[in-house]
């Protein structure tokens, strides 16, 4: 069982910059792919970057690429989401999720139903 808690969220501008921790409860957060989502009103859910177990390996979506930076501190037990040069479009609710069986060759790292647990989510809003 793994509990996650989002936090960072909040009001920006235009350009700006906003970091995203996700703190995890459990001794096995280490063995977790770490997964970060959002959803704007209206709109589906969707892939924003994830993190393999071992940090090494990082995947993102093309809208936030060369933005967004994904990184985790497994000593620390959380992960985070660096967020740069941020626009209007980015305006959502951000969740972190884990899994240990989603993978990048099967495709179902970037999908919101292959991850089993689920952080309460945090606003960003980037006014324009």
């Known amino acids: 069982q793994v509990q996650l808690v989002e936090s960072g969220g909040g009001l920006v501008q235009t350009g700006g910059s906003l970091r995203l921790s996700c703190a995890a409860s459990?001794?096995?957060?280490?063995?977790?792919?770490m997964g970060w989502f959002r959803q704007a009103p209206g709109k589906e859910r969707e892939f924003v970057a994830a993190?393999?177990?071992?940090?090494?390996?990082?995947y993102y979506a093309d809208s936030v690429k060369g933005r967004f930076t994904i990184s985790r501190d497994n000593a620390k037990n959380t992960v985070f989401l660096q967020m740069n040069s941020l626009k209007p479009e980015d305006t959502a609710v951000y969740y972190c999720a884990a899994s240990r069986k989603v993978a990048v060759y099967s495709g179902t790292i970037y999908l919101d139903k292959e991850y089993d647990y689920w952080g309460q989510g945090t606003q960003v809003t980037v006014s324009s």
């Open positions: 993190i393999t177990w071992t940090g090494v390996n990082t």
């Open positions: 459990g001794r096995t957060f280490s063995s977790y792919t």
